[in-house]
C-alpha cells in the first residue's frame, strides 16, 4: 500500500507538505489544550456512549444523537460499512479516493467503476445516474469530490437519491471536505427523508488533525447506524479523540475564517500557476487538481516540498497532481520552487 495516500513525510526530507488536504489555519489554543487536558483522563475508560461529543454534534447539524455514529477517523467508518452490509456490487466515480476500493477489497465487493470525463473538467453527469442498475447495492459518492475538489450539481445528485431510494440501494455522501468547500451543499439538514442515505464526515480535514483520527457516520436511518455500530470496536474513540473533539465544536466559526483564506489563496495559486501552461481544473474544496508535463513531483520533492502525484488515482494518469491550498506564504513558497523546476 505504498504511496496510496498523501502525506507520506515519513520516508522523504520534507518541509513544506502539499499532499494532504487539511484546514490552512492554526489550531486553536484551547483545542489544543483540550489534548494536554486528556491526559489527565488515560487511566480512564472513555465514555462509552461518547455522550457529550454526540451531543454537540446533534447541536452542530440540527439532528438527533441516535443519528450519530463516531469512528477513529473517516477510514473506520468507510470499512464499517463494507462489513456491515456485504455488497456484492459497488458503483463509485472515478478518478476517487483510494479507500473506496481498501473497503470493496477488504470483503470482496465487485467495484464498478464510472469514468468521469476530463473534458466536462471530471464533473458527475446524468450517465453516472444510470449507471445504477437494480443490481448495485451500494453507491459511494464524494461531495465535494477528492482529488478534483468538485462538488456535485444538486439536481443530478437529487437524481442519484432519487434513484437509490427507488431501487432500495444504499448511498454513502463523503462529506469529508464540505466543511471547507466554498458552498455548502451539506445533505444531513435533509437526511430523514432518505432512510437509504448515509453521510460520513471527519474532524480531520476540518479542524487539521489527521494525527488524531475522528470521524463519524449520520444518517436519518437509526437502524442503519445500529448495524454499523456492531462492527466497530467497542472504546473505539480515545480520550484524546473526544476532548479535542468537544473543544472544535465550540470553534465552528474557525472554519468561516478557512474557507475566506482558502478561496483567495485558490485563486492566487490557480493564477500563479496558469502562469507556466500548467493545465489548472476548476475546484470547490481546499485542493487543486493539476496536469502538466514536468516531472513535479520529483523535481519538487528535491526541494523538499511534497504534492501528490495522482497517477495513481484509478482513472488518471501520468502528470496529474494535487495540490492542498496553504497560507499565503507557503503558496508563494511552492509557486517560487515550481517556477525554478520548469525554468531550468
Known amino acids: 500500500m505504498n504511496n496510496i495516500h498523501g502525506g507520506d513525510i515519513y520516508r522523504n526530507s520534507i518541509k513544506l507538505d502539499f499532499s494532504v488536504n487539511i484546514n490552512p489555519l492554526l489550531l486553536p489554543e484551547n483545542i489544543k489544550k483540550s489534548l494536554y487536558d486528556a491526559i489527565g483522563r488515560c487511566g480512564q475508560y472513555p465514555d462509552y456512549n461518547h455522550e457529550i461529543l454526540k451531543k454537540g454534534l446533534a447541536i452542530v447539524h440540527d439532528i438527533f444523537m441516535d443519528n450519530i455514529l463516531l469512528s477513529n477517523g473517516a477510514s473506520e467508518a468507510l470499512l464499517a460499512v ?76 437529487q437524481k442519484v437519491i432519487d434513484r437509490c431510494q427507488s431501487q432500495n440501494t444504499l448511498l454513502l455522501l463523503d462529506e469529508c471536505f464540505m466543511e471547507l468547500a466554498d458552498s455548502n451543499h451539506t445533505l444531513i439538514g435533509r437526511m430523514e427523508k432518505y432512510d437509504r442515505l448515509l453521510v460520513l464526515r471527519a474532524f480531520t480535514k476540518s479542524f487539521a488533525l489527521p494525527g488524531l483520527r475522528l470521524g463519524y457516520l449520520v444518517s ?26 468537544i473543544q472544535c465544536l465550540k470553534y465552528m466559526s474557525f472554519l468561516d ?16 500557476l496558469e502562469k507556466y501552461k500548467i493545465k489548472v481544473f476548476s475546484s470547490d474544496a481546499n485542493f487543486i487538481l493539476l496536469k502538466t508535463d514536468y516531472p513535479l513531483y520529483e523535481r ?21 497532481y494535487r495540490i492542498a491550498v496553504k497560507g499565503h506564504d507557503d503558496n508563494m513558497k511552492l509557486i517560487k520552487a515550481i517556477g525554478e523546476c520548469i525554468d531550468n
Open 220 to 245: 436519518g436511518n437509526t437502524s442503519l447506524i445500529e448495524k454499523i455500530e456492531k462492527h466497530l470496536p467497542e472504546w473505539n474513540i480515545s480520550v484524546f479523540s473526544e476532548n479535542a473533539g
Open 257 to 272: 475564517g478557512a474557507r475566506r483564506l482558502i478561496g483567495k489563496e485558490k485563486q492566487y495559486l490557480i493564477e500563479e
Open 82 to 157: 463494507f462489513h456491515t452490509f456485504m455488497p456484492k456490487k459497488a458503483l463509485i466515480a472515478i478518478p476517487s479516493f483510494y479507500g473506496y476500493q481498501h473497503g470493496a477489497c477488504a470483503v470482496g465487493t465487485e467495484l464498478i467503476y464510472y469514468q468521469l470525463s476530463e473534458d466536462n473538467d471530471f464533473q458527475l453527469d446524468e450517465g453516472f445516474v444510470d449507471s445504477i442498475t437494480d443490481d448495485i447495492d451500494l453507491v459511494i459518492l464524494a461531495n465535494p469530490a477528492n482529488p478534483t475538489g468538485k462538488l456535485i450539481n444538486d439536481n443530478i445528485l
Open 300 to 320: 519538487l520533492l528535491e526541494t523538499e516540498i511534497l504534492i501528490r502525484d495522482c497517477s495513481n488515482y484509478k482513472g488518471l494518469s501520468k502528470g496529474y
